[in-house]
């Protein structure tokens, strides 16, 4: 074999049975008062007061009313027809500054099921086909089919293909389609250039039952990249992302990366996104890789901090409601 192109091609077909997570959705909403002032009185010498007998004119104005629980009726009490009585009348009418406060939560729980699946490939040295078949038996069987081809040519062409489908899509396993396709160059003072463009669209994702907690529900997205890498291992990368949400809204962000590869054993990568419009997404992030020996299959500690933004919209008032929270991601990898 004198290049990649000319390995023999080989079939692979196996059967795995194992445990899956599938998870229950529950949403509720509250709302609540929390003052935030004292208690004004708005009329003018903080409350009205009467009283009278039964030989003042408080009595002949005033008309009484009983409510009946038992009829559920509305009595009038004549006032004519009693001898002596003795009215107090008290009237007050108040302000006070409050915050109304709504709360809308969604809770998932997950539990393990059992899961069946048959899988084949079929490999080349410039390509594999994937096709894979299986079913998640939770409360409701979600059986899938799916299939996927990637090509890597010598001339650094490339492109990847996928499609799947599930019988009862949900938030978490439903049907798709991707695209991507790239092209690398390489430049005569041993640096490279890579770039391509990828798209991916959701097809039947189960929407969200409360729109207010939903983040990234996008059915569509459209990824732009491209990256240089030196001889020395350094590389930049610059990326551009168009997303379609389920309800229609366009959104856009773009992303600068670097990254360094000091060794086989060390690696540093690092991005910020400068400008997005997304209502979930990753603005900065940095961590490293470290393998233990240079050996493949040795176990590799990895480390990575994230600083991730949420944007949930505006409340009744206008008011932007946003939020962000870091994340640090520990993993060591062993392979047996």
């Given amino acids: 074999m004198r290049s990649a192109a000319d390995t023999p091609r080989s079939v692979f077909n196996s059967f795995w049975m194992g445990f899956s997570p599938v998870r229950d959705i529950t949403t509720g909403s509250s709302s609540r008062l929390q003052v935030t002032g004292p208690r004004e009185s708005l009329l003018e010498n903080g409350y009205a007061f009467s009283q009278g007998g039964i030989d ?11 409510v009946d629980q038992i009829s559920e009726q509305i009595a009038q009490i004549e006032l004519a027809n009693i001898d002596d009585l003795f ?4 009237l007050d009418l108040t302000r006070q500054d409050a915050m109304a406060i709504y709360t809308t939560t969604e809770e998932s729980r997950y539990k393990y099921v059992p899961h069946l699946a048959f899988s084949g490939n079929v490999t080349s040295g410039t390509s594999v086909s994937r096709y894979y078949a299986g079913a998640i038996l939770g409360d409701e069987t979600n059986a899938y089919v799916g299939f996927d081809h990637s090509y890597t040519g010598l001339n650094g062409f490339s492109f990847y293909l996928l499609g799947e489908h599930y019988t009862h899509p949900d938030r978490d396993y439903f049907s798709k389609v991707e695209a991507r396709i790239s092209k690398a160059v390489q430049l005569r003072n041993g640096a490279k250039l890579s ?16 729109e207010s907690v939903t983040l990234n529900d996008n059915d569509r997205t459209l990824d732009v990249a491209m990256s240089y890498r030196t001889p020395k291992g350094l590389t930049y990368s610059l990326s551009h992302r168009l997303v379609q949400a389920e309800e229609g809204d366009d959104a856009e962000s773009t992303s ?11 690696s540093f990568t690092a991005q910020i996104t400068p400008t997005s419009t997304e209502d979930a997404y990753i603005a900065a992030r940095a961590g ?4 233990q020996s240079g ?7 990895g480390v990575q901090w994230a600083s991730i933004r949420y944007d949930y919209g505006e409340d009744q008032f206008g008011n932007d409601l946003r939020d962000r929270e870091d994340t640090l991601l520990v993993s060591y990898k062993m392979s047996f």
């Fill in 288 to 291: 490293f890789s470290w393998r």
């Fill in 195 to 210: 770039f391509g463009v990828s798209a991916a669209e959701e097809l039947d994702r189960a929407p969200a039952q409360q």
């Fill in 56 to 66: 003042t004119a408080l009595a002949s104005e005033t008309a009484i009313y009983v």
């Fill in 87 to 90: 009215i107090q009348s008290g």
């Fill in 256 to 266: 600068v990366g670097f990254s360094y590869r000091a060794s086989d054993d060390w």
């Fill in 295 to 301: 050996r493949p299959g040795s176990p590799v500690l």
